[in-house]
């Protein structure tokens, strides 16, 4: 089965959609043997198109990378449709928008990937080795949270 990754990004009034960073994930996850997903850089369709065409993509990714710099719907629906069937969540937001929702970072199967520069993202990102981050009971606290290489990222 071919692994898919889903990277989401707010659209509709998005200031500050980085499309080189869109690119960057794009090549990061193609490197690790995932086929991304991106819904920021398909065409414009009609709204139940893009519904179907997303909940379809989602369906069929074990990750989920999501640039969460600015308040969007979409992405909070994609980001609940991880929590309720377990897909692990890599969140990247810029240290000045923080502070990031409650909701979100709150997630257990979220992790987020604070930065100061694209740079330093990148850095940060290129210390992820997708296939192992899972989501399994932690010894530690005794919840089910995102696990890298066998720690859990919230304890």
Known sequence: MEKRVYIACSMIKAQQLDFSLLNYLVKYTQEQGY???VPGKMDDAPSKVIFERDLNWLKKSSIIIADVNEPSHGVGM??????????????LLDEKNFPLSRMVEGGPHTLVLKYKTKEELIEKVE?????????KMCETCTEKTIHLENICKKC
Do not use: G, N, Q, S
Not at 78 to 91: G, Q, R
Not at 127 to 135: E, F, N, V, Y
């Open 35 to 37: 086929h991304p997903f």
């Open 78 to 91: 994609e980001l609940m449709y991880a929590y309720e069937h377990e897909i692990p969540v890599i969140c």
């Open 127 to 135: 210390r992820i080795d997708l296939i192992k981050l899972k989501i």
